[in-house]
């Protein structure tokens, strides 16, 4: 089944614990991207990732890192977490450079940072 | 950079009746603008797109509508039903641009 996995679907964590969220694509996306849903404000990207070793900001980059050494994984990493991070996160990947085709989302990470 | 309005932020209909979401945007060279719904607990699924070189798509009881002049688009759900209920967000981007911007959603509930 053509999927993107994204764990864990829950994680609550400390101020300034270092994390990591997991996204794995099974359908050979070039393009994957990771967005923060907040009430009222919609979806906006974090980072995206045109290609293996490509990588780039998005609109609310800060206090995020991401790294794509394989084309199929493309993780989250919080190196030192604040509250302002609590938020609903969606890694998402598409065939091409660019969102110009259908995006599939993983189900979603909810992390709260206490 | 892009800026996709969308309203209302909250809908509320009868059973059967039709619901209509709209969004508009700000740079005229997006030329893809896709729908996403996104049940409780999960991600946004895409249920319909157009691209700029067409007005109106239909499929079954979703069409969506373009106005590229007045740089709008809309969501047309028809005979809605109460698995219809979720979160719709619009979306605009321009091909050779990595930024798809995303509306602020639509929060639908259908009453049986």
């Known amino acids: 089944e053509a999927q993107v996995t994204q764990n864990p679907r829950y994680l609550i964590t400390v101020t300034g614990k270092k994390l990591t969220v997991t996204c794995s694509q099974n359908?050979?996306?070039?393009?994957m991207s990771w967005y923060r849903q907040d009430p009222g404000l919609g979806l906006r990207q974090i980072y995206y990732?045109?290609?293996?070793?490509?990588?780039d900001k998005g609109d609310v980059p800060e206090g995020y890192k991401v790294s794509r050494k394989e084309k199929r994984n493309f993780p989250l990493i919080l190196e030192s977490p604040s509250p302002n991070q609590t938020s609903l996160y969606f890694c998402?990947?598409?065939?091409?450079?660019?969102?110009?085709?259908?995006?599939?989302f993983g189900q979603g990470t909810r992390l709260t940072v206490v | 950079g892009e800026n996709v309005e969308q309203h209302p932020s909250t809908l509320s209909v009868q059973e059967g009746d039709s619901a209509v979401i709209k969004c508009t945007y700000s740079?005229?060279?997006?030329?893809?603008f896709p729908w996403y719904k996104q049940e409780l607990g999960k991600g946004p699924q895409l249920i319909i797109d157009?691209?700029?070189?067409?007005g109106e798509k239909k499929d079954q009881r979703i069409a969506v509508t373009l106005n590229k002049t007045a740089k709008h688009f809309s969501l047309h759900i028809t005979e809605t039903q109460p698995e219809d209920s979720a979160v719709y967000f619009c979306?605009?981007?321009?091909?050779?641009?990595?930024?798809?911007?995303f509306g602020a959603g639509t929060r639908l509930t259908v009453k049986p």
């Open positions: 998402a990947s598409s065939w091409t450079a660019g969102m110009n085709t259908e995006a599939f």
């Open positions: 359908m050979n996306h070039e393009y």
């Open positions: 990732s045109m290609n293996v070793e490509v990588t």
């Open positions: 740079d005229s060279a997006s030329n893809y």
């Open positions: 157009i691209r700029s070189n067409v």
């Open positions: 979306a605009a981007s321009e091909t050779y641009n990595n930024d798809m911007r």
